[in-house]
């Protein structure tokens, strides 16, 4: 199943991320949920990119 993404949901998905990643980094003891995060935020970015650049 394929999702696509308009640039604004994008944004908005990419903001978040960055947001809740910054939250939990202030935290202790969320390595995993910290590397999800990251994955979720490259996952968008290549989505990202492959609109910018089909």
């Known amino acids: 199943m394929s999702i696509i993404l308009s640039e604004r949901d994008y944004i908005d998905l990419k903001n978040l ?9 202030s935290m202790c003891g969320f390595d995993e949920s910290i590397s999800n995060l ?14 910018q650049n089909p």
């Open 17 to 25: 991320v960055e947001e809740t990643l910054d939250n939990v980094q």
């Open 38 to 51: 990251e994955q979720i935020q490259e996952i968008l970015e290549r989505v990202n990119n492959f609109y």
